[in-house]
């Protein structure tokens, strides 16, 4: 193994890092406007500062949340204070509370995980020292993105993690991505065989799904998705407009009826879009979270969707009114995938903090917590026939829990018996269960596939498809 792999394997199995990897381009793939820096105009004073209280306090300060008893979407409501009293005296920094708040050392410092630079308190000192002037169309833009003029870098040749599987039952074959490629693994004599699909995305692949009808696979991009029939391997239909960032979650509801998009720009926003079947014009969309959107999933009965994301929360919308109607809190570092029990009574998740946590979906209250984990978890998976849990962290090591129970007052338990029954010589990335093979399909980070029984048998591994492999619509 050379250098550059040598480094690139210490990076993934650092949990400290881990995000650098899977987010790529904060080392891989960097955007370039090409408007010159000369045409940008430098923000106002109160301009800077409706954009600090947007991203650093509306979170956990607006009418919805008003955490404290504070709401700061308008001026109005800014001055009415918290329940503890007044918080802005415009004109007045030294009386004005807010300030108090800010520096590393205060007893109730804000924004509780973050600390403001100091430019960014100086400029908020001035904008209360000039009377606190009001700008609401900046505190409700969201930053622009335009990836029409962003240059993508390209992918190193070697860099082919398969960062997402879909299987599909019907036609036998998994789908799964390997860089910016899409691969197709079938059996013969119960051997994997591999195909690639001629690929139109610029950007390494982080979502993939199946429709309804199990004729279409869909993938997801960089500001675009694409409907593969999966008979052929064509391109049959894409949809690009309006995505901006990277598609990082797809799924479709319960009765097939819609496609539930998730699409993020690390530290900026996690969107979800709904579309229609068919359609290529979203019916709604919404910003969910203010860091990229990592798992999207509908409740067993449709009431409710699911979203986690970087920014360590999980959020919990109604599925026909849109509103949200709860934020789990609980996780120190990014969610990386949501899952759920059979009846849907339970909902996990785990994260990069190295944390599986077990929620109750009526009462939405953190039950207990799986295992005690010393590297990340990057997948989650549920086995509806026999129950069970399985989960992938990211040393490549699986492990399967059964025996969930409902249960409250333990923040850590045992509940839910715990075996570890495979661990891989590669870093893991994502899980899918081959229903019909009865197998468990890991994706590495080193863009193989790897197979096992679910007591950890190894059934077979693949290979990063090489170049020289001819796409499957020639063959």
């Not at 415009?90 to 590393?104: G, I, M």
């Not at 209360?128 to 990836?147: R, Y």
């Not at 399985?390 to 399967?400: P, S, V």
Request: overall charge negative; glycine content about 6%.
């Amino acid at each position: 193994m050379n250098r550059s792999n040598l480094n690139a394997l210490h990076m993934i199995q650092d949990p400290r890092v881990i995000r650098l990897i899977f987010l790529l381009e904060a080392c891989l793939l960097i955007p370039f406007k090409c408007d010159s820096a000369a045409e940008e105009i430098e923000p106002s004073i109160t301009q800077s500062a409706m954009i600090i209280l947007r991203d650093q306090c509306l979170p956990c300060h607006s009418a919805e949340k008003s955490k404290g008893g504070l709401n700061m979407e308008s001026r109005e409501s800014l001055l009415l204070g918290s329940d503890t009293g007044t918080v802005v005296v415009p004109l007045k920094p030294k009386e004005s509370y807010l300030l108090e708040t800010l520096p590393a050392d205060s007893d109730s410092h804000m924004p509780p995980k973050g600390q403001l630079s100091a430019s960014q308190t100086a400029t908020l000192r001035e904008w209360i020292a000039m009377g606190s002037p009001w700008d609401m169309d900046t505190l409700n833009k969201t930053p622009e993105v335009e990836p029409d003029k962003w240059n993508l870098q390209p992918l190193p040749s070697e860099y082919v993690p398969v960062l997402a599987i879909a299987i599909s039952e019907a036609n036998e074959a998994i789908i799964s991505s390997q860089g910016r490629d899409l691969i197709v693994t079938r059996l013969e004599n119960e051997k994997p065989s591999q195909t690639r699909l001629p690929t139109q995305h610029k950007d390494v692949i982080r979502s993939l799904t199946i429709t309804p009808d199990h004729k279409q696979w869909v993938s997801g991009g960089f500001g675009n998705i694409n409907f593969w029939n999966i008979q052929s391997g064509q391109i049959e239909r894409s949809i690009s407009k309006p995505l901006k960032g990277r598609i990082t979650a797809l799924t479709f509801t319960v009765d097939g009826s819609k496609l539930l998009v998730g699409e993020s720009i690390p530290g900026v926003f996690g969107k979800i879009h709904i579309f229609r079947e068919g359609s290529s014009v979203p019916e709604e969309s919404w910003q969910a979270h203010d860091d990229e959107l990592t798992s999207l999933q509908e409740s067993r009965n449709g009431s409710f969707w699911m979203s986690a994301s970087a920014d360590h929360t999980v959020r919990i919308w109604e599925s026909d009114t849109l509103l949200e109607v709860d934020w789990l809190e609980g996780h120190v570092a990014p969610i990386m995938e949501l899952a759920q029990n059979t009846n849907g009574t339970l909902l996990i998740s785990a994260g990069t903090d190295n944390a599986i946590k077990v929620w109750d979906q009526q009462s939405r209250e953190r039950i207990y917590d799986l295992g005690r984990h010393q590297f990340g978890v990057m997948d989650l998976l549920w086995k509806t026939e026999k129950s069970e849990l399985f989960a992938l962290n990211q040393r490549g090591t699986i492990y399967r829990y059964q025996d969930l129970k409902v249960h409250t007052g333990a923040q850590s338990s045992n509940t839910g018996r715990e075996k570890m029954i495979n661990r891989t010589k590669q870093p893991g990335s994502c899980l899918g269960f081959w229903e019909q093979h009865d197998l468990l399909v890991m994706g590495t980070f080193e863009g193989e596939l790897h197979a096992y029984s679910s007591e950890g048998k190894s059934a077979w591994i693949t290979k990063p498809v090489q170049d020289d492999l001819k796409p499957m619509a020639s063959q």
